[in-house]
């Protein structure tokens, strides 16, 4: 009887030695989230860690082929995730260079790849559960219905949640070399957790999430677009100092609920950007409200706290999304509430209008 084709990739990759260490890549747990479809595509994260870009290049070139040459793979997408510790390391300042030689940080090499992507706009929250990628996903829809030729590259390596939310069952594809993105409710989509098993995500390590994003910036065949969402993870960390390196973005919105707690996070957010020049084109209040059936509106998480921090910190108010009591249900079923006839349509059409006024050139 023949091996379970993921057992057959992974002996494969066996055979695939690490100059390094002169063992094989496998053996030195190089090779993460190794995973193979019953179509036939297999996925994985290869850990680069030392020596120059093009060993690391080299190496995910053999380890790649190694795959694809297996009986009944159909198709490989493999991300390194990190090529060498001083090139993914280097802060966005690129000030850890005294002798002024400018290495040229591999992110930045990435974002020239988006050539044809005109504006990249962070999506970021100060903590998780507070609505980013539903609103960034909504967004997205809003954009496209707009006219706009719109991507979302979902980025919460820690959480990735677009192919739920735009039920998406495809993983991703690949043709010439070049990672396809998955078409969606007229969106140019594509998400971490459709190349790497987001359980292994988990244990990344700062220059493997930037490997990672850099990956989904240069890989993947995103054309050309008007606009890029980047739905980030919670917080500030890797990913967004990735971003920041990139040096693509056009700006960033933030995304909060109206409680206290949410908001301490959101000026740090609002810090950041700030800190590195990052535009913030607003700040949207999610989960605002509850309408009663008699059109009584419930303040459940406090009344208009965003909006009062987006003064205080003096960036401007996108708008405020209610609580739907049906999007959590859509969300799960894949099907956008902007994609839809209902009330959201409005709400986010509304917003993303102020979104494209705000970028002069969109
Ligand atoms: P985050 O990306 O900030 O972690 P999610 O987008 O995953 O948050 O949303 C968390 C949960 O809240 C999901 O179940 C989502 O469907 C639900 N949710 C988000 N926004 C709303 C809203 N305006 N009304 C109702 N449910 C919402």
């Known amino acids: 009887?023949?091996?379970?084709?993921?057992?057959?990739?992974?002996?494969?990759?066996?055979k695939v030695a690490n100059p390094k260490t002169g063992r094989n890549i496998v053996a030195d747990g190089r090779v993460q989230g190794l995973t193979a479809d019953d179509d036939g595509k297999v996925r994985f994260a290869l850990e680069v860690v030392g020596g120059g870009a093009t060993d690391a290049d080299a190496l995910l070139a053999a380890a790649k082929k190694a795959a694809a040459a297996i009986d009944g793979v159909s198709a490989v997408s493999a991300v390194a995730t990190a090529h060498s510790a001083g090139a993914t390391a280097a802060p966005p300042s690129g000030h850890d260079n005294p002798l002024g030689v400018r290495k040229k940080p591999q992110i930045e090499?990435?974002?020239?790849?988006?050539?044809?992507?005109?504006?990249?706009?962070?999506?970021?929250?100060?903590?998780?559960?507070?609505?980013?990628?539903?609103?960034?996903?909504?967004?997205?829809?809003?954009?496209?219905a707009a006219g706009y030729k719109t991507g979302l590259?979902?980025?919460?390596?820690y959480g990735p949640s677009l192919p739920t939310l735009f039920g998406l069952k495809d993983k991703a594809t690949v043709r010439d070399d070049k990672i396809i993105p998955v078409e969606a409710h007229g969106v140019r989509a594509m998400s971490i957790g459709m190349l790497v098993d987001p359980d292994q995500a988990l244990a990344w390590r700062g220059p493997m999430v930037m490997g990672a994003l850099k990956q989904l910036m240069s890989d993947v065949d995103w054309g050309a677009l008007d606009v890029m969402l980047v739905d980030t993870p919670p917080g500030t960390g890797d990913a967004h100092l990735s971003?920041?390196?990139?040096?693509?973005?056009?700006?960033?919105v933030i995304v909060?609920?109206?409680?206290?707690?949410?908001l301490a996070d959101v000026r740090r957010g609002v810090a950041l950007f700030r800190k590195t020049e990052t535009p913030i084109l607003g700040v949207i209040e999610n989960m605002a409200w509850l309408e009663m059936p008699d059109g009584e509106r419930r303040y459940v998480f406090g009344k208009g706290g965003a909006a009062r921090v987006a003064k205080e910190l003096d960036a401007p108010f996108l708008g405020a999304i209610p609580l739907y009591p049906d999007l959590r249900e859509a969300s799960d079923a894949g099907a956008p509430l902007a994609a839809g006839n209902h009330p959201a349509v409005k709400t986010f059409a509304q917003i993303a209008a102020k979104i494209i006024a705000s970028i002069p050139d969109l």
């Open 1 to 14: 009887m023949t091996q379970p084709l993921i057992i057959r990739v992974r002996n494969a990759l066996a």
């Open 153 to 157: 590259l979902d980025a919460d390596i």
């Open 109 to 144: 090499q990435a974002a020239e790849t988006m050539a044809g992507v005109k504006h990249v706009i962070a999506i970021a929250s100060g903590k998780g559960g507070v609505g980013k990628s539903t609103v960034a996903a909504n967004l997205a829809v809003a954009l496209a």
């Open 256 to 262: 909060s609920t109206p409680q206290e707690m949410a």
């Open 243 to 252: 971003l920041i390196q990139s040096k693509r973005l056009t700006g960033a």
